[in-house]
């Protein structure tokens, strides 16, 4: 089974801090997203890669950085983390068949994040 | 916005079938319908997809309309373990990472 592995499961900061949110892929998937998911609002796509090196805005990337130095591994970082950004934080990876419409994603279980 | 609309709550008994309904009456020809789960506090699952014909897999089966406006997932024998929210999902832009997750249908699996 494909196995999506994030970091830590429970974090709290303090705001200001700089916080890094790990997340690594064992079954060489080429794409990788976070989502940030809160009660009434769905689930929301901060950034994604599709290559190593290569990152993409997706909805709410601001207040956010990503990095992707190797393909297992796609981290999220809150450069100065606020009080807006406590929420679950959701890692996935996938790959593709055919075109770009036909796409399976693989989440982790998450990381609830409470900033104080 | 997602461009598919499901029922907030649904229930039903374990062991019967669960019928899942969702519209997506502007999906395009080449868009995918797409269905995950999220069981409470974990990260959602992928069930099935499909784009014109109908799917089945070990955990579901997926009807697809003619007109491809409207589906259902059905879960032919539900157990209490299938109680959790469900997204009916329509891709809305060309690219990786484009599935917009809506609010779902939370299914209530009852004894």
């Known amino acids: 089974d494909v196995k999506v592995t994030q970091s830590s499961r429970y974090l709290v900061k303090r705001t200001g801090e700089k916080v890094f949110l790990e997340c690594v892929q064992d079954m060489d998937h080429e794409n990788m997203f976070w989502y940030r998911q809160d009660p009434g609002l769905g689930l929301r796509l901060i950034y994604f890669s599709y290559d190593v090196k290569m990152k993409e805005k997706g909805d709410i990337p601001e207040g956010y950085s990503v990095s992707r130095e190797k393909k297992e591994r796609f981290s999220l970082i809150l450069e100065s983390a606020s009080t807006n950004q406590t929420s679950m934080y959701l890692c996935a990876s996938s790959f593709v068949v055919g075109d770009t419409s036909n796409e399976k994603l693989f989440f982790g279980s998450g990381t609830q994040l409470s900033v104080l | ?111």
């Open chain 2, 1 to 111: 916005d997602a461009k598919t609309t499901q029922p907030p709550s649904m229930d039903c008994a374990e062991g019967r079938a669960a019928n899942l309904p969702c519209n997506h009456s502007t999906i395009s020809g080449n868009e995918y319908v797409y269905w995950y789960r999220q069981i409470h506090s974990q990260g959602p699952q992928y069930i099935i997809h499909g784009l014109k014909n109908n799917e089945t897999n070990e955990m579901a089966s997926l009807i697809i309309t003619e007109d491809r406006k409207s589906s259902t997932l059905i879960l032919p024998h539900a157990t209490l373990r299938d109680t959790a929210v469900y997204y009916c999902i329509v891709r809305i832009r060309k690219g990786q990472g484009n599935l917009i997750f809506g609010k779902g249908t939370k299914l209530s699996v009852k004894p």
